[in-house]
């Protein structure tokens, strides 16, 4: 079975912090995605990428950075985090051009 | 870029009768359109998907429609079960799903009422 972890369940950040969230697969696949889901807007891409080193910015980019260093790591990194940046935080990845894509369970982010 | 637009936001069926939930999308060069249920606490996960090659496709109690034309697909459940209680979520996508991001709907919650 695919697994995709994430670093935390929970986070209470700062205003102004900088903040590391780390996903992890375990299935060799070349691209991994991150997106941030609020109630009544679904689910939207903020930045995905399709090999080490490589990234590429989704819909709402905008107050975040990523990294991939590794194949199956991926971190999203909020530079100052802003209380309009509190929601739940996903991660997926996928092998191909043409396959489905694999979730984490989630990061709730809280930002006060 | 994409757009896509779901509805209802919520649906509330008994348990045994169907369940229909509808997506329209904007940009006819999407050609993948997957379908991910929700459950409390945990991510999404895939219950089926669609290629803009077919029209329709069935697993089981599940079946997809789509409709090239008029740029809408739709998910059909049928025999609802109290597990099927979940937020459902249609998404789109130019590049076949994995090697780009999905653009989703905002989601609908579905309750089976026993």
């Known amino acids: 079975d695919v697994k995709v972890t994430q670093s935390s369940r929970y986070l209470v950040k700062r205003t102004g912090e900088k903040v590391f969230l780390e996903c992890v697969q375990d299935m060799d696949h070349e691209n991994m995605f991150w997106y941030r889901q609020d109630p009544g807007l679904g689910l939207r891409l903020i930045y995905f990428?399709?090999?080490?080193?490589?990234?590429e910015k989704g819909d709402i980019p905008e107050g975040y950075s990523v990294s991939r260093e590794k194949k199956e790591r991926f971190s999203l990194i909020l530079e100052s985090a802003s209380t309009n940046q509190t929601s739940m935080y996903l991660c997926?990845?996928?092998?191909?051009?043409?396959?489905?894509?694999?979730f984490g369970p989630g990061t709730r982010l809280t930002v006060t | 870029g994409e757009n896509v637009e779901q509805h209802p936001s919520t649906l509330s069926v008994q348990e045994g009768d169907s369940a229909v939930i509808k997506c329209t999308y904007s940009?006819?060069?999407?050609?993948?359109f997957p379908w991910y249920k929700q459950e409390l606490g945990k991510g999404p996960q895939l219950i089926i998907d669609i290629r803009s090659n077919v029209g329709e496709k069935k697993d089981q109690r599940i079946a997809v429609t789509l409709n090239k034309t008029a740029k809408h697909f739709s998910l059909h459940i049928t025999e609802t079960q109290p597990e099927d209680s979940a937020v459902y979520f249609c998404?789109?996508?130019?590049?076949?799903?994995?090697?780009?991001?999905?653009?989703f709907g905002k989601g609908t919650h579905l309750i089976i009422q026993p």
């Open positions: 940009d006819s060069a999407s050609n993948y």
């Open positions: 997926a990845s996928s092998f191909g051009t043409a396959n489905e894509q694999y």
């Open positions: 990428s399709y090999d080490v080193k490589m990234k």
């Open positions: 998404a789109a996508s130019k590049s076949g799903g994995g090697a780009d991001g999905l653009t």
